[in-house]
């Protein structure tokens, strides 16, 4: 679905930023998904200092892991030295590989959470293998002709799965365990008392705060939350729309644990691990010990694609300015005022596929606009747009200039796309969602209908899927859809 390009910038008054916006404690530059910054205060908690234990544990058992190969592998075959390199506190460079590779697999996938999955012994054993098994194929590719000792090979990666889950095993004796997590509960009003007496009687969890759902999207919630002390919230009848576009990340950057009973699944459902709390079913949606690595990884993608692609694409860019400039007067670039991260409004690029007089003829023809519901103007047959942009619509490269605004931080690869201060002024209250994620040259609404979707509802539900459902793997995903529906030119006008 596109967008004309013109809605004026000098007559626009400011549009309402989302400090408006329930829900938004955010600061006005950051993406809800962004990490907030590390404080080493919370390796002092109860959470913290069994993170810290788990970790050394799973670092000592495969160093002792390593130390019992060497040993045994002594009496059988000598270690080559291409395996060994230089050695780091008694032990070759290549175990520290081994180990930081395996610690940041458990980290990603939560078994050093505060919850019981880091009992998941079955999961750290394969986590284990998985390392072990890849070092064969990295080894092959490094140097077909190193052959590492099938008694070393074999001795270190069982003792590596014996001794992590052993120590994790022993983990579960310590004390930590006995110290219950703070719990804060959000319910509807009528389901808040006998939910709070349910879990008196059948759980130890002290119950730091309460709050009512249709009050979870109020902008004082979360602060609510955090100066309570509690490091779970235990969530029924939450109004979907701020559950997935607010509350979920907003806890997750301030690594509280989130936990879902039956009735709150519109959004999140597969996020979440089915556990039972004082026999009550519910689902888990823990904050990751690294979080907002994955999001780093993400404006480092950014900024490395934008550059390159830049750089490939300069040719491009030349053939294209000239061939607008000789088919039709005016400027070459179009420039436009969008509305941004946190409703924060920005200057957007695009090659120009218009005549220049095209915002004085929008008015004309807002009674043409076939989408629907109005919120966006769409004409399929744009008598404004000249013969050469006809061309670059279709094909897409008149939206290759917001590279320049990835550059600049304020858009990215993939994200919902910023609308021009005209849609955003006929949105209802719930639209305004897509606002608390970095806007993106490319996004789910883009690769899953394009101009066939008609209404703006349609098109925001696909938006909140993506915050929703985000990572590094969907943006891949969407990014080489798009590169598929650019070439075959679908959806495009």
């Known amino acids: ?110 078994l050093y959470g505060s919850a019981s999955q880091w009992k998941n012994y079955l999961r750290s054993s394969k986590f284990i293998s998985l390392v072990y098994l890849l070092s064969l194929v990295a080894s092959y590719f490094y140097d077909p002709k190193l052959d590492a000792p099938r008694s070393l090979f074999f001795t270190a990666w069982f003792s590596s799965v014996a001794l992590v889950v052993g120590f994790r095993a022993i983990n ?155 088919s039709s007067p005016g400027p070459i670039f179009f420039c436009q005022e969008r509305v941004g991260l946190q409703g924060r409004l920005f200057q957007m690029w695009k090659f120009r596929t218009m005549v220049p007089n095209a915002a004085a003829m929008q008015t004309q023809l807002e009674a043409a606009n076939e989408a629907t519901d109005g919120v966006m103007f769409k004409l399929k047959r744009d008598p404004r747009v000249t013969p050469i942009g006809q061309f670059l619509r279709r094909t897409s490269i008149d939206e290759l200039p917001q590279l320049f605004n990835v550059l600049l931080g304020q858009m990215s690869l993939v994200g919902p796309r910023p609308l021009p201060l005209r849609d955003v002024r006929r949105f209802e209250p719930w639209h305004h969602a897509r606002h608390q994620v970095l806007p993106g040259i490319t996004g789910l609404w883009q690769v899953s209908g394009r101009s066939t979707i008609d209404t703006f509802h349609d098109a925001i539900r696909l938006d909140l899927y993506y915050i929703d459902h985000w990572s590094l793997n969907l943006d891949l995903d969407i990014l080489l859809a798009t590169i598929r529906i650019v070439l075959l030119t679908r959806g495009a006008y």
């Open 1 to 110: 679905m596109r967008n004309t390009e013109p809605t004026s910038t000098h007559a626009s008054p400011p549009i309402a930023a989302m400090d408006s916006f329930p829900g938004n404690t955010l600061p006005a530059t950051s993406d809800i998904r962004a990490p907030r910054q590390l404080r080493l205060t919370v390796l002092w908690t109860k959470h913290g200092q069994r993170s810290l234990v788990l970790l050394l544990g799973d670092v000592l058992g495969l160093a002792l892991a390593w130390h019992l190969a060497a040993h045994l592998n002594q009496f059988y075959s000598p270690i080559p030295a291409a395996l060994s390199w230089f050695v780091w506190f008694g032990l070759p460079s290549l175990f520290w590989v081994f180990a930081v590779v395996t610690l940041l697999l458990f980290a990603y996938n939560g």
């Open 172 to 326: 579960a004796l310590l004390p930590f365990e006995q110290t219950q997590t703070s719990l804060f509960l959000i319910a509807p009003a009528e389901r808040l008392a006998t939910l709070t007496r349910v879990l008196k009687q059948r759980s130890r969890q002290p119950i730091v705060g309460t709050a009512i759902s249709t009050s979870a999207s109020d902008a004082d919630l979360l602060q609510t939350i955090i100066a309570s002390g509690a490091r779970e919230v235990l969530a029924e009848g939450l109004p979907p729309t701020e559950l997935a576009s607010s509350l979920y990340w907003q806890l997750r950057r301030a690594g509280i644990t989130l936990r879902l009973l039956p009735s709150s699944l519109e959004m999140l459902h597969r996020r979440g691990v089915p556990e039972v709390v004082a026999g009550l079913p519910t689902l888990r949606l823990e904050a990751p010990l690294l979080s907002g690595w994955d999001y780093r990884l993400k404006r480092l993608t950014d900024i490395v694609g934008a550059a390159a692609g830049l750089l490939l694409l300069s040719p491009l860019f030349v053939s294209v300015a000239i061939a607008i400039k000789l």
